[in-house]
């Protein structure tokens, strides 16, 4: 990991693609509003066009 983390500053090139981050994200977040809502099921699709607003 370090050695992405050297590279990644070295050639302003990311290892993982934004697309890829922001799934990642809007995973943590669905797991989130899951909890606030009790454990009901959140779609993923639903936090990304919030996201979106």
Same mark, same amino acid.
């Given at each position: 990991?370090?050695?992405?983390? @050297? +590279?990644? *500053? ?6 993982? &693609?934004?697309?890829?981050? @922001? +799934?990642? *994200? ?6 989130? &509003? ?13 936090v990304? &066009?919030?996201?979106?607003?």
């Amino acid at each position: 990991m370090l050695r992405q983390i @050297i +590279e990644f *500053f070295q050639t302003s090139r990311p290892p993982v &693609e934004a697309e890829e981050t @922001i +799934e990642m *994200f809007a995973f943590m977040e669905a797991a989130d &509003e899951s909890k606030r809502r009790g454990g009901q099921p959140v779609r993923l699709s639903e936090v990304m &066009e919030k996201a979106r607003r």
